[in-house]
């Protein structure tokens, strides 16, 4: 050990009296060069990677970078064949960082199995009609002269939720993600249809065998959904609907179809044909039973992290919600007897995650810490005890069961630095 | 052709009356369907495509998809050989939608050409010396344990700027790309080492050969440069310098050096190496001469682009200042005799693109339409002739010219709807 490396881990162990306050005071693993690393030659000059035609076309990441998605045990079951003919895929919320989820790593639910449609963009139309005075069918060229909108949205699939069972975030809440989306409102479509006034409720319809979703009310139709043909800067990506997908912002995942082809209006409540027949709730519920709730959930550290040791730790995670931008994120590091206000790391948008940190010195002794968040409509995100009826319902049921489990995710920070799920 | 082609056709021609004033005018390519679309079954089912390990885990964007980056004709020279030591790849702007540029395609610019150094973060340090009472050196993991930040941020290359022999929008101005960066604020990491009164300027140093970087004012550092690594959610790609990269907000790119290993603080001034010696400017020019100045361009309709024929279009473009947050964007669909106030489809950031848009319905005519932008401080976008002399100096001088060419960017739109620079 150099004397360079030995005054670095003096100043991370004793850093108390730093004039910046920031006491790491562990040490990760020591690769400390010297102040004066020596400067580059063709002799000691990093090993290259050699640029091929792909690689400037379209830039990969780095093979030292591994993070993957997994599918999801939902609800603890085991974890389904992902090729077979239901899955759902998780991002790995423990890696994430900022705000947008890479379109490589968003989440998918899907009740294709792994396939999925192969369009043609060139070939593929949206048809709106139904209760309107004007059917409409247009190409993608023609949709992408309307005036268009670009939002950042969250998409959460109603299955995303947690119990003991789950190790790591990635399980306990990785269907959920965000994206920046461009497209045409709907409703700027739906005035050039002209509505009838009959027109109570639609009907988005995908290219797929299988379609998930019911009914959507005329007035969310005309109020927020975003007909999309772009996400995080390009084209849709083909696990999220490619060329177009219905935005339904805060609605559950199931109502943002994918390949969407048409859009039907309607008079009344339309039951679609879902093999899972979950959805069923008459109209009565739907209007706002769909909408996910205020939820949050720290990602770092989060189960299976580990923490080297007493010292300084940026807690970090997610919030959103259905119900409109959120408000504020208290953080508890004491099992949840004080809750302390998080700052935001980017400014809340409606139906958009967004990015919560809490300055933490952790003194080593065993603790729970977990995330609650508030809406700018006043909800906010309940305790696991509070909705205690809730999750004793067994997986079986979950579907059947209105609401969804937004509860508090507690995680617990054993004395040497592991990090597990707080309810197992 | 059936009746719901002929009601469409109909529509999109005539539409001067639709309740919604949306005439798109002209028809694109004629796909439409009928207004019922045939029910999917096992029969008809579009083609699928299926799903691999490597889809699930980290997914890739659709076949159909081809946009990709080239490399840039800088100022009108013969395209560099991008496998040569010299290389700047521009990103395929004509095709962006939204505000985030996809990392897989953000710009390059880099005097190693396209070999990239190939650094596993776990061995790879940050060291803060000079000028300090404490010089630090930080692991990777050590550095993510500090408070961070999460900005959106542009980096624009000196050399991105048009004449009249550039074609796309991709060869003019496709130097420039936004990302959502995450990580730690220079000045945290400042304020942790403690900067002796002596400390006047710093220097970025990479894990490359050769460094393009000059001196930056230390006030500049204490400011908002950030220490990123993160890039729209994901760890940083290996083109923009994985696993660490200095951002420099608002500087032109050669400040932002990639593969960052140390940061020293000095007393003075200090020229780095440059193998084109291209920053001979001396430090009273420099404070502000590095800052890109108020800049937009339209991305649609832009050159070699084609308007099906007259009808509503909706101009759309990025506007961005290294002076601070774009403040307004005006557009002229005359050549200049008029400017109309676009509006922004996202909130305008520090030193971010802004993607403005502005509402036009073409008649036909023979026409220049261009876009001009004023960012928070004041500064306005000046038209090219107003910098007549700048853009007169040949390429060879470029270098040695104070100040970049932010100039106006007329696009011509010529009655067959082809669109071409608008000083060729």
New interface residues.
């Given amino acids: 050990m150099d004397s ?2 030995k ?2 881990r003096a ?2 162990k004793t850093g108390a009296a ?3 306050g ?1 006491t ?1 005071g562990a ?11 020596p400067t ?3 002799e000691n ?9 792909e ?8 093979k ?2 591994t ?5 999801h045990p939902l609800g603890g079951r085991p974890s389904p064949d ?2 077979g003919k239901v899955f759902h ?1 998780a991002s790995p919320l423990q ?12 989440y ?1 639910a899907t009740t294709r ?13 949206l ?1 709106l ?1 139904g209760e309107v ?5 247009l ?1 993608m ?2 949709l992408k ?6 939002r950042l949205h969250f998409i959460e699939c109603a299955g995303n939720r947690h119990n003991g069972k789950q190790r790591t975030v990635q399980e306990t809440h990785g269907m959920t993600s965000c994206s ?3 497209g045409v409102l709907l409703s ?1 479509l739906l ?2 249809c ?1 509505l009838k006034s009959s027109a109570k409720w639609f009907v988005a ?1 995908g ?3 299988v379609k998930g979703a019911s009914s959507i009310p005329i007035v969310k139709g005309m109020d927020d959904c975003l007909i999309a ?2 996400q ?4 849709l ?3 999220q609907g ?2 177009l997908r219905i935005m339904v912002p805060g609605f559950e995942g199931i109502y943002h179809t994918k ?1 969407l ?2 859009i039907k209006v309607t008079n009344q409540f339309y039951m679609n044909y879902n093999e899972f027949g979950h959805l069923t709730r008459e109209d009565k519920e739907l209007a706002l039973g769909e909408r996910i709730g205020p939820k949050s959930v720290i990602t770092y550290p989060s189960g299976t992290q580990r923490l ?1 040791g007493p ?4 807690i ?1 995670g997610l919030a959103w919600s259905g119900g409109g931008a959120v408000k504020t994120v208290e953080v508890s590091t004491d099992g949840g007897k004080k809750w302390n206000r998080a700052e935001f ?3 809340p948008q409606r139906m958009a995650h967004v ?1 919560f ?1 809490y ?1 933490w010195k952790w003194d080593g002794t065993e603790t729970v810490i977990m995330s609650r968040t508030t809406d700018d409509i006043g909800q906010r995100q309940a305790l696991r005890e509070e909705i205690a009826e809730w999750w004793k319902v067994p997986f079986e049921r979950d579907y059947r069961v209105p609401g969804l489990d937004n509860s508090v995710m507690p995680w617990k920070i054993s004395k040497d630095g592991s990090v597990t799920n707080g309810l197992a």
């Fill in positions: 360079e490396q005054s670095r100043l991370l730093l004039a910046g920031i790491l040490v990760g693993k020591a690769n400390a060069q010297s102040a004066n690393p580059p030659t063709s000059a990093s090993p290259m990677i050699h640029g091929s035609k690689l400037i076309e379209y830039g990969q990441r780095s030292y970078v993070s993957v998605r997994i599918a992902v090729f895929v890696d994430s960082v900022g705000v947008i989820t890479p379109s490589s790593l968003h998918i199995g792994s396939f999925m449609p192969d369009i043609d963009p060139k070939l593929h139309t048809t009609h005075d004007r059917p409409l069918t190409t060229d023609d002269r309307f005036p268009s909108v670009t920046e989306w461009t700027t005035k050039e002209g319809e290219a797929e065998e043909y772009g995080n800067g390009e084209a990506r083909p696990q490619f060329p390949y082809r048409r080297p010292g300084f730790y940026e970090s790391k980017n400014t990015r940190a300055p």
